[in-house]
């Protein structure tokens, strides 16, 4: 029995129009001529499974197609026991020649693929050709065979990744990486946010046939710390302080993200207290952020006997 067009892409006839783009996706890949250069096994299957898709993924000619294997051609009075998938696009791209037709559709080979164009496009880049379908028209078409299948091809990007330091990404580094056995400094700029990704321009893989090579996509992934906090370009710390000096105030060394400074605690500071030093932050460009230096009051969690009756007595006085 001859193979249909949901056998061809491996799907149900009830697959869903994802399922459909996803199978294609992956026979595209398998079968397309540029990969089996001159086979025309591959070109032939390659042709078989675009047509398969362009009726798939458009839901009027599913609907026909799908009349058709269930009724027959029209004009002929085939039935679906005698149906060739193939003659489905003939049948279409020979438009009212062909007696009893489907006048009102016009596939018109590749001119009409839309999505499958585009999916195509994704998949291997741009190119010319005469379209897989036998139209003689010329049009561009991602597919990169036929008259035009030496046309210079861009190669693939290569993506890696890379972590910095909390403090690194504060002041700005420099790193050294391998590709392709050749050394490469990346240059990682102060302020560079977590997941921010740094393109190098031409230094991807090699094209296949004498296009231009693919880039370098680097993402940056920044490492938290023990001490800072960053929220846009304000910068999050804390220091710790007793129960004792929380409440009579005291003075204490909080670190900023250069140097240690002296912070006054004003008598009754109360835990969680943010305290701003103001163009402290994080400095990226011309804008400095702002450091917030949250109190935190450490509480004992034993104490002596001693200290809980003079805890009890203060207790006792403030209650009056």
Known sequence: M??????????????????????????????????????????????????????????????????????????????????????????????NKRQGGFQSVNMGGMDDMGDLSDILSQLFGGGGGQSPFGNQKQKQHPFGFGQHQNQPTRGHDLKADLSVSFMEMVNGTERTIKVGGKKIKIKIPKGIRNKDKIKLHGMGQESVNGGEKGDLIITVGVMKDQKFE?????????????????????????????????????????????????????????????????????????????QRELLDKWGESTSL
Request: charged share 30%; no cysteine.
């Open 230 to 306: 960053r929220k846009g370009n304000d910068i999050y710390t804390s220091v710790k302080v007793s129960f004792k000096d929380a409440i009579l105030g005291t003075k204490v060394q909080a670190e900023t993200l250069t140097k240690k400074i002296a912070m006054t605690i004003k008598p009754g500071t109360q835990p969680g207290t943010l305290m701003r030093l103001k163009g402290m932050g994080l400095a990226v460009g011309n804008k400095n952020g702002d450091l917030f230096v949250k109190v935190d009051i450490d509480i004992p969690e034993k104490i002596t006997d001693e």
């Open 2 to 95: 001859t193979a249909n067009y949901y056998d061809i892409l491996g799907v149900k006839e009830d697959a869903s129009p994802d399922e459909i783009k996803r199978e294609f996706r992956k026979l595209a890949k398998k079968f397309h001529p540029d990969r089996h250069k001159g086979d025309k096994h591959f070109e032939n299957k390659f042709k078989e499974i675009s047509e398969a898709y362009d009726t798939l993924s458009n839901p009027q000619k599913k609907e026909q197609y799908d009349m058709m294997r269930k009724y027959g051609n029209p004009g002929t009075g085939a039935g679906p026991q005698g149906f060739n998938p193939n003659d489905f696009g003939q049948f279409f791209r020979q438009g």
